[in-house]
């Protein structure tokens, strides 16, 4: 009883941290699904991460109970599975036909088919401390696999050199998180609940760093890209009154034909006749030639 005994004080001090700042990480998709419902709609968000979250609390509390002396993993990881539940429930209801039938396949490979297959294999092949051991290790390899995820996101705002994809707060709350669990499992000399932690300390250290490093040039993109659009809005403009202010539109790439096009259209306007004499000329110079040739 480690975790809530009065006479590791710290011990449950830091679960008590832990518990809080998970809590607040649960609910970081909170404005998204808000965004959901008012649109009645998913718009192209994926379902993946809120079933991966389902599965990872899923398979913290069954460690729990198999220790049988990790309350404060129980507690969070109950509160988790309700709201990841609540999240993919709202998914389900406002995605179209194609990711629903994504989401459930995913449900049933991976919280029915491989959840289920874990509880057999430590139900039936491990037996007493070895099956903690076991189903530790597993806990273990899939925490470092979710750790590793945002590397990609990582990639992405290396490669854009926008942090947009990657909010401070979130990497900020998933540190400090990570630093809890770590000295939670430290304290309590549970391996299993410290190990995954220190890469999730290292990898939210990183993300910290990389915002930190790449914020400054968000907003200069942000600039160039509203420079960008109010030169595309003058130029639209321009063009429905038939000014001959073009020259925005090479400025921002497009191909440089309108000058082109306006010096042909010079030129033929040159050999058009425009006005009663040029009509006259032409017709007297039409007699002269008519009477060469009877001549």
Known sequence: MAGLSLDHPWAFTFGILGNIISFMVYLAPLPTFYRVYKKKSTEGFQSVPYVVALFSAMLWIYYAFIKADAYLLVTINSIGCVIETMYIVMYLSYAPKKARIFTAQVLLLLNV???????????????????????????????????????????????????????????????MSAIAWFSYGLLTKDIYVALPNILGFIFGVVQMG??????????????????AEHIITITKVGTSERTSEVHPIDVIGSPAVHGEENADKEGQERHEPTNDGDMENMEGQKEIEMNQLEV
């Open 113 to 175: 088919g491989l959840f289920g297959l874990i509880v057999l294999v430590t139900l039936m092949v491990a037996k007493g401390p070895e099956r903690v051991h076991v189903l530790g290790w597993v806990c273990v390899s899939f925490s470092i696999s979710v750790f590793v995820a945002p590397l990609s996101i990582i990639r992405l705002v290396i490669r854009t050199k926008s942090v947009e994809f990657m909010p401070f707060w979130l990497s900020f709350f998933l540190t």
């Open 210 to 227: 990389i915002y930190i490093a790449y914020k400054g040039t968000e907003k200069v993109a942000y600039d160039h890209q509203k420079v």
